[in-house]
């Protein structure tokens, strides 16, 4: 089973300010991972698939890089609403889908 | 558009039985995989099973494998989860999530809103 490690677990920045979110596969995902927002009491929200493609309706300020093993979302200048918990999922080796711990963005 | 309502969550006892269900909309739903996902108190999403558009390709996490069973209606348009054997562990809000595709190779799209089980005596 494929292990995806997320860090850091908190990132506390400014709003306006860039947030740089990672994830490590324990083997190479190729570019079979995607990146989902979770607000509290909100279901998760697709971000980025295909390590770097933006999914429908996802502002321009998200983006995604990374193949392999490593991969990175980054959030280029902070919105109130993008405070939440950020999830990384590789779907390259099925069964599992493994999602990563989560790295929750707060208010700095 | 989507719609993914889930259904069939409560309170149930240690090693009883529960079956939910999800009905979907807005989509044609036997042109794309469907999946359980679900998330304890607090903690982080758990992928729990998957299912092809023609069921022909089935999985599941290792902590739910011989006690849940997937399946899915093309013709009702939903999506089930039996859950036998229950334990405390298994305490969680379950999501319903569609792929964005005919396999389950796929990232998930659209999401419902959960269904809480909760397994105690």
């Known amino acids: 089973e494929i292990v995806m490690t997320q860090s850091p677990a908190t990132l506390s920045v400014s709003p306006g300010e860039r947030a740089t979110l990672s994830c490590r596969a324990s083997?190479?995902?190729?570019?079979?991972l995607a990146w989902y927002q979770q607000k509290p009491g909100q279901a998760p929200r697709l971000l980025i698939y295909?390590?770097?493609t933006r999914a429908t309706g996802i502002p321009a300020r998200f983006s995604g890089s990374g193949s392999g093993t490593e991969f990175t979302l980054t959030i280029s200048s902070l919105q109130s609403e993008d405070f939440a918990v950020y999830y990384c999922?590789?779907?390259?080796?099925?069964?599992?889908?493994?999602f990563g711990q989560g790295t929750k963005l707060e208010i700095k | 558009e989507v719609q993914l309502v889930e259904s069939g969550g409560g309170l149930v006892q240690p090693g009883r039985s529960l079956r939910l269900s999800c009905a979907a909309s807005?989509?044609?739903?036997?042109?794309?995989?469907m999946h359980w996902v679900r998330q304890a108190p607090g903690k982080g999403l758990e992928w729990v099973s998957g299912i092809s558009w023609n069921s022909g390709s089935i999985g599941y996490a290792d902590s739910v494998k011989g006690r849940f069973t997937i399946s899915r209606d093309n013709a009702k348009n939903s999506l089930y989860l039996q859950m036998n054997s229950l334990r405390a562990e298994d305490t969680a809000l379950y999501y319903c999530?569609?792929?964005?595709?005919?396999?389950?190779?796929?990232?998930?799209?659209?999401w419902g809103q959960g269904t809480l089980v909760t397994v105690s005596s």
């Open positions: 999530a569609k792929g964005t595709g005919l396999t389950v190779t796929r990232p998930f799209d659209y």
């Open positions: 999922q590789q779907y390259n080796n099925w069964p599992p889908n493994t």
């Open positions: 807005g989509f044609t739903f036997d042109d794309y995989a």
């Open positions: 083997q190479s995902v190729s570019s079979n």
């Open positions: 295909g390590a770097s």
